[in-house]
C-alpha cells in the first residue's frame, strides 16, 4: 500500500504564512503528478495546485501569487508555500499523488488532511 503522510498545518494570522509538506511511501514504483485540495467547511473539495514529475505547475486562480508548490522527487515529497494567507484559506488541506505501484498499478492516492486556519 502507499501511504501519504501530512504536515505543517495550524494556525496563523491573517497575512501570514504556513509550508505545508507531504511525504509519500510505501509500494512505490513512481511517482507521477502531486497536488493539493482543500476543503472548508459546508464546501466542496477543490483544487489548490499540481505539480507534474517535471515540475510543471498549475494554481486555482484563488491562490495564485500566494502559493507555491514544489516537490523532492528524491523523497517523494511535496510541499505547499502558502503567503498572504486570508480567512477564506482557511481548510483542511489533502495532498494527492498519483502513483505506479511496484504490482504496476496506478491510481491517485490521499493523504488524511491538515488543518488550516487562519485568525486574528
Known amino acids: 500500500q502507499v501511504q501519504l503522510v501530512e504536515s505543517g498545518g495550524g494556525l496563523v494570522q491573517p497575512g501570514g504564512s504556513l509550508r505545508l509538506s507531504c511525504a509519500a511511501s510505501g509500494n512505490i514504483f513512481r511517482v507521477f503528478a502531486m497536488g493539493w485540495n482543500r476543503q472548508a467547511p459546508g464546501k466542496q473539495r477543490e483544487l489548490v495546485a499540481t505539480i507534474t514529475s517535471g515540475g510543471d505547475t498549475n494554481y486555482a486562480d484563488s491562490v495564485k501569487g500566494r502559493f507555491t508548490i514544489s516537490r523532492d522527487n528524491a523523497k517523494n515529497t511535496v510541499y505547499l508555500q502558502m503567503n498572504s494567507l486570508n480567512p477564506e484559506d482557511a481548510a483542511v488541506y489533502y495532498c494527492?499523488?498519483?502513483?505506479?505501484?511496484?504490482?504496476?498499478?496506478?491510481?491517485?492516492?490521499w493523504g488524511q488532511g491538515t488543518q488550516v486556519a487562519v485568525s486574528s
Open positions: 494527492n499523488a498519483d502513483v505506479l505501484t511496484l504490482q504496476t498499478s496506478r491510481r491517485t492516492f
